[in-house]
């Protein structure tokens, strides 16, 4: 039957598929036994499970490639020896024939009994093992619930709907053509909705009814844009689908046109577009649109989804082709910023936060681990040598942390060259304005600093003290609120003031409804994911720079955001 569900666009695209439900991994279902004669079947249904799911595993390892088969090819390896482990399946089956559980019951139990083993030992890596081993049961509990004709579809063409994501997981689906993503929890300010628009995958976050609501197999039409999820969609639906794909293709068409147009104003003032990226296949797609350079490196992408920790030369092998490939262009290399929701799973132990977004993370964690901020720095300052190339310090609160990365930078720079490594004849050093803090005093850095660039969904974040990744706050956090907008044009006027170039690289700067606004409040310098680049120019080339200046007071004195929203709609006038 057909039903409509609501969420939060968080990458826009329609797609049509068949769900692929993944129930949390951490199981909670209530008691459920089973009569004696249903035995026999429950036991089969478990078998037939379990073979999915080893069949799965067997299946996704052989389709990996290259460093990927490496990175995720030992987990891999690691679930099929869980999921082959004699007593594991001893014990589910004993739960069914003599519990008289049912399997799914049966796999809860006997999860709970190996957890309390592993988390028993004194041993770190078999308590870091307690993630695995949900994930296997994840696994057999989601073929559990596939229908037969399922099993054999992989992920191609499937709509994955989920608890929630973590970043480096998107990159795997993609690669595995999943069609969209739906979870319950996140928000479009989380890494991973900013990941699922980087790869234009279509994504739906804080979609609270998805996981009681979707049936694996279930038909399903995701609606990125407008956050909307139709199962089992009807033939309305799907007209409205074909109209809507038709018109998104238009537009696409229309696009294009713009890939080699310059980026000015209709008065004629030429606005700089950079592009974010977090993985080097971006950067083909950001110089196709054009890009002035990369405004913004996520080289966090690099330590996440792995147990390990990339060493000097392959940081150094990733950042040279980044810096490579954009041919003379300057390309603006951000230092590790991992912490908060960025955290899932890379090789740096790091404790669980009580406080993420608090707590150790950007460049408190990189001045707390001098080692790998010495190895971060190295890697590019060598890849300097290959093309013009800016540092970035994410999550700076005070001076004193950007005296000390300053210092290791030169301190390093001087030391690769005593080791005979080339490097370019100038590095520029940034610092990101995400913290309040930070905002409110940006013209003590101008000695210290070349370049500044706006971290607007940490500094929303913080300043509305709304966390960026909740799917409740979605109607509090927003860039429009007045606060916002008064410190943004006290930013830019500072910098300004200080000869500091400055760019937002937060996806503000990728809102195509807002460009009228930060035009407005002084912003020169736009960094974007490289999918809305030619959106983005287009809206610079649509606004008239003169007119929005006069209207700047206007939008000042907003005290609420819908007063923001009106000033927005009158448009030019
Ligand atoms: C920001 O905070 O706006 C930003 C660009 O950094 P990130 O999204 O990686 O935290
Ligand atoms: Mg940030």
């Given at each position: 039957m057909r039903r409509q569900l609501a969420g939060i666009g968080a990458s826009r695209g329609l797609a049509l598929g068949r769900a692929r439900v993944r129930h949390p991994h951490v199981l909670s279902l209530s008691e459920e036994t089973i009569a004696a004669e249903q035995v026999p079947a429950e036991l089969e249904r478990l078998d037939a499970a379990m073979a999915a799911a080893r069949a799965e595993l067997s299946g996704l390892r052989e389709r990996l490639q290259g460093t990927l088969a490496r990175e995720v090819g030992e987990f891999l390896d690691l679930h099929v020896l869980i999921l082959d482990d004699p007593e594991l399946r001893a014990g589910l089956r004993d739960l069914v024939q003599?519990?008289?559980?049912?399997a799914d019951y049966a796999l809860k139990l006997q999860r709970d009994r190996l957890a309390a083993v592993f988390q028993s030992m004194e041993d770190d890596y078999f308590r870091t093992r307690l993630d695995d081993l949900d994930h296997v049961i994840g696994r057999v509990h989601a073929a559990l619930h596939r229908r037969p004709d399922d099993a054999?579809?992989?992920?191609?063409?499937e709509v994955l709907v989920a608890d929630d994501i973590a970043p480096a997981e998107l990159v795997e689906l993609a690669r595995r053509q999943v069609a969209a993503v739906v979870t319950r929890a996140g928000s479009p300010l989380s890494h991973s909705a900013i990941v699922a628009r980087g790869l234009h995958l279509p994504m739906v976050v804080g979609c609270a009814d998805a996981l009681s609501h979707v049936n694996d197999g279930d038909a399903l039409l995701v609606d990125g844009r407008d956050g909307l999820l139709v199962v089992e969609p009807d033939a309305d639906d799907l007209s409205r689908y074909q109209v809507l794909r038709a018109k998104i293709e238009k537009k696409r068409v229309e696009l294009e046109?713009?890939?080699?147009?310059?980026?000015?104003?209709?008065?004629?003032v030429d606005i700089g577009l950079f592009a974010n990226a977090?993985?080097?296949?971006?950067i083909e797609e950001a110089l196709a649109c054009g890009?002035?350079?990369?405004?913004?490196?996520?080289?966090e992408f690099l330590f996440l989804g792995r147990e390990d920790v990339p060493d000097e030369e392959e940081q150094f092998a990733t950042y040279r082709e980044v810096v490579r490939a954009m041919g003379g262009r300057p390309v603006t290399l951000r230092t590790l910023d991992l912490g908060?929701?960025?955290?899932?799973?890379?090789?740096?132990?790091?404790r669980d936060e009580p406080n993420p977004a608090l707590g150790l993370r950007g460049v408190r964690l990189s001045l707390h681990r001098p080692t790998l901020l010495d190895t971060q720095l190295r890697a590019i300052l060598r890849a300097s040598a290959f093309g013009p190339v800016r540092v970035l310090v994410p999550?700076?609160?005070?001076r004193e942390e950007v005296e000390a990365v300053k210092a290791r930078l030169g301190l390093l720079a001087e030391r690769l060259r005593g080791e005979g490594h080339a490097l370019g004849e100038r590095v520029a050093f940034g610092v990101m304005v995400e913290v309040p803090a930070a905002a409110l005093t940006l013209p003590d850095y101008a000695d210290l600093v070349d370049f500044a660039a706006v971290g607007t969904n940490d500094l929303v974040q913080y300043l509305l003290a709304a966390?960026?990744?909740?799917?409740?706050?979605d109607g509090l956090f927003?860039?429009?609120?007045p606060a916002v907008l008064r410190l943004l044009q006290r930013l830019f006027e500072e910098a300004r003031a200080a000869a500091l170039p400055i760019h937002v690289c937060g996806e503000l700067a990728a809102s195509a409804p807002d460009v009228p606004l930060l035009l407005a409040l002084g912003l020169r310098d736009f960094s974007v994911h490289p999918g809305a680049l030619l959106e983005i120019r287009e809206a610079i080339r649509a606004c008239e720079l003169g007119t929005l200046k006069r209207r700047a007071p206007a939008l000042l004195r907003c005290r609420e955001r819908a007063e923001v929203e009106r000033w927005l709609a009158r448009g030019q006038a």
């Open positions: 003599t519990g008289r559980y049912s054999l579809l992989g992920f191609a063409g046109r713009l890939r080699r147009a310059p980026t000015r104003t209709r008065d004629g977090e993985r080097p296949e971006e890009a002035d350079g990369i405004g913004l490196y996520r080289t908060a929701d960025k955290a899932d799973r890379a090789g740096l132990s790091l999550m700076v609160t005070a966390d960026r990744t909740h799917e409740a706050l927003s860039e429009r609120h």
